[in-house]
């Protein structure tokens, strides 16, 4: 374990990882733009470490020692609460349901080993310019609504109708804000009902005749092939909150 209180004027970088030799750590350490604040292979140790060295970022590996990094994650949360630092999960873990998870947990991106130490800045970086709400967040808001829009149309939800808008509106918070997911009818229905100046239960049917509406075109197969899983069939229809999470999940896996 490695501590340090300098780096005045840098990003401060705390580094949780078992591996040995890691190109990051070094790539960080020699840096102008960071400071590396510490590193431990020991979930519980980055759990102690973090109150006191108030990193900017924790850039951290699934799989470590005590508690995993997950666990980690949840700790944080409970005792820096709004002051905890960005986390990346450099990890060599790639399967879609541990980026989920992580997301879902408050991560703010997920890596997959090998990772260049340059392409790590570059994520960092552009985690920053994120926070600016400036014209990145137009674009990044328009490039994702033309994600969405893409998805709807190729499935078969026509743009003319409510449930549409709905739909999208409620992918984009899922987006920015996964855990909405597991509170639908409490959170994310009246969210929308807000912005649209009409009732949860009108969100609701919205969203539905819009499913049952692409159901009805028969473009199941694009689902299938768009999700890249057999998963639907003529008499299978997702729920709303169903094909919200998997529209949202692959916008989230795609950057």
């Known amino acids: 374990m490695e501590k340090t209180m300098s780096g005045k004027g840098k990003l401060r970088v705390y580094v949780a990882d078992k591996a040995e030799d890691n190109p990051i750590v070094k790539y960080i350490r020699e840096s102008d733009k960071f400071s590396l604040v510490g590193t431990s292979p020991n979930g519980e140790d980055v759990v102690s470490d973090l109150p006191l060295l108030k990193p900017d970022f ?33 990890t060599n873990l790639s399967h879609s349901g541990f980026v989920t998870k992580a997301m879902n947990e408050g991560a703010s991106y997920f890596m997959v080993k090998p990772v260049k130490p340059e392409v790590l800045e570059e994520r960092m970086f552009d985690l920053l310019q994120a926070d ?68 949860s239960s009108k969100v609701e049917r919205g969203m539905r005749h819009a499913i049952e509406v692409a159901w009805n075109r ?13 998963i639907y069939n003529s008499n299978e229809k997702p729920t709303n909150g169903e094909l919200i999470a998997l529209i949202a999940d692959k916008m989230i896996m795609e950057g």
């Open 58 to 90: 924790l850039i951290m590996e699934v799989l470590l020692s005590g508690i995993d990094g997950f666990e980690v994650l949840e700790k944080l949360k409970g005792v820096l609460k709004e002051a905890m630092p960005k986390v990346i999960f450099v």
């Open 132 to 199: 600016k709400p400036a014209d990145n967040t137009i674009k990044f808001n328009k490039q994702l609504d033309e994600k969405i829009s893409n998805i709807f149309i190729s499935i078969g939800i026509p743009a003319h109708i409510k449930g549409y808008q709905f739909l999208r509106e409620a992918v984009k918070l899922a987006v920015e804000k996964p855990e909405i997911i597991g509170s639908i009818t409490k959170q994310l229905y009246p969210t929308i009902a807000e912005r649209f100046e009409t009732s």
């Open 218 to 230: 028969g473009k199941i197969e694009n689902i299938n092939s768009l999700f890249g899983l057999k």
